[in-house]
């Protein structure tokens, strides 16, 4: 799943205005008419519901905005760029790691929730001796303020990139369905010499050269938006339980790794409540530090509401009679503490969120070892319930706490 990817974005730049002169048959000396500049593209990004991935921008390293185009003369107005729709799934952050001056302006003086108007940019004037004669070429701006030098780098890695190393600059989070926002705003079109003639100046030659759109490097990075998050080890049953509690459709199988995607469902309540639930790919010891699929999903976990750890043995563990009821609750403690250390390591926020225990296979479990767990997980003082994913046991009671704990945390 590509859920993070790293764009140079690059708005137009406006289109400059003309030097020139009304010229017809018996008309030698007319007046000015030097048309406007017209407005560079826009690169806006565009919420889409319909949209699941960043797959559509997988190899792409820059997005290009058009130039508008220059004025012309009889009053001809240069043509508009048109602007670059980005469409994006509903929970993508867009971070900046590297902006020019005027991009810096926009975000921390109006934010991106506007583009510029034409009168919070400064315009620069140019002047020629012959109306004949193009103006020189501006010096234009790079990227004046850089976060991070190594995201910059040619060899900056985005796999298994933990994005809370990144020195960056939040710019917006998509969050609804058709959502626009201007990333990057293309410049405005310059004010040709028709605008400059005035009782002292009759025969302006200066125009204004159209200014700079706006120019970033950003992070584009993908959340689930989800009100419960399932996190466990691999095989611990969260596929199963979302295709039993939700309508989704994960793959299972009694293997490592079956869910290499994060995979969302719906639970629909008796009250006609309905909540996202996300199945986040079984995490392994040592994934805040990249292992397995690493940081891939810890930041899917980071954005949702309420997690529920899902945890369970292994069949070999339940009927191993070497290994006593006791050292068996405290592989499931155990599990537990190792998935709540992983997800500190990667940030503490994560360790703040609403959370609760399911105790998969429950159908497998001797009233003994029950009691043994039981005992154990009320000292340490967690709240858990068993539940089996295979016989359906106490799924309800299940959807009704996680309704409960969004409840709470609303």
């Excluded at 109306?131 to 991070?148: K, W």
């Excluded at 006609?272 to 930041?299: H, Q």
């Excluded at 998935?339 to 390591?345: D, I, M, S």
Aim: charged share 25%; net charge negative.
């Amino acid at each position: 799943m590509i859920d993070l990817v790293k764009l140079l974005l690059v708005a137009g730049d406006g289109g400059n205005g003309r030097v020139s002169f009304y010229r017809a048959k018996f008309i030698t000396k007319g007046g000015p008419d030097g048309g406007y500049g017209g407005n560079g593209g826009d690169i806006i990004f565009v919420g889409d519901k319909h949209t699941s991935t960043l797959k559509h921008l997988a190899g792409v390293t820059e997005i290009v905005a058009d130039k508008g185009g220059h004025g012309g003369k009889k009053k001809m107005h240069g043509a508009d760029a048109e602007p670059i729709f980005v469409k994006v799934p509903v929970g993508t952050t867009l971070w900046s790691i590297a902006e020019n001056d005027l991009a810096k302006r926009r975000r921390t003086g109006i934010s991106l929730s506007r583009p510029f108007s034409k009168n919070e940019v400064r315009f620069e004037t140019y002047e020629v001796e012959r109306e004949t004669i193009s103006p020189s070429e501006r010096d234009v701006a790079g990227l004046d303020h850089v976060y991070d030098e190594n995201a910059l780098d040619q060899d900056f890695k985005i796999k298994n990139l933990n994005i809370n190393d990144v020195t960056k600059e939040k710019l917006v989070e998509i969050t609804e369905d058709g959502q626009e926002v201007v990333v990057c705003q293309g410049g405005f079109g310059g004010r040709g010499n028709i605008a400059f003639k005035n009782s002292r100046n009759t025969t302006p030659m200066e125009a204004e050269y159209g200014t700079q759109g706006e120019r970033r490097v950003v992070l584009v990075e993908l959340k689930l938006l989800a009100n419960v998050g399932l996190v466990g080890f691999p095989n611990a049953g969260k596929s199963t339980l979302i295709s039993k509690i939700t309508k989704a459709n994960p793959k299972i199988a009694n293997y490592p790794f079956t869910t290499l995607e994060p995979h969302l469902g719906i639970l629909e309540t008796a009250g006609g409540r309905e909540l996202i639930i996300a199945d986040i790919p079984g995490l392994v010891e040592g994934a805040s530090e990249g292992k397995g699929l690493g940081f891939s999903f810890l930041r899917h976990v980071e954005a949702c509401q309420v997690l529920l750890f899902v945890l369970a043995l292994e069949e070999s563990v339940i009927f191993d009679e070497s290994v006593s009821l006791s050292q068996k609750a405290e592989q499931l403690w155990s599990e537990y503490q190792t998935l709540k250390n992983e997800l500190g390591q990667y940030g503490e926020a994560m360790l703040t969120k609403p959370h609760f225990i399911g105790l998969n296979k429950v159908d497998l479990y001797s009233q003994e070892l029950r009691g043994e767990i039981e005992k154990l997980f009320a000292q340490k003082g967690e709240k858990f319930e068993f539940f089996s994913g295979f016989t359906g046991e106490k799924l309800d009671k299940i959807g009704t706490i996680l309704v409960r704990l969004v409840d709470e945390y609303i």
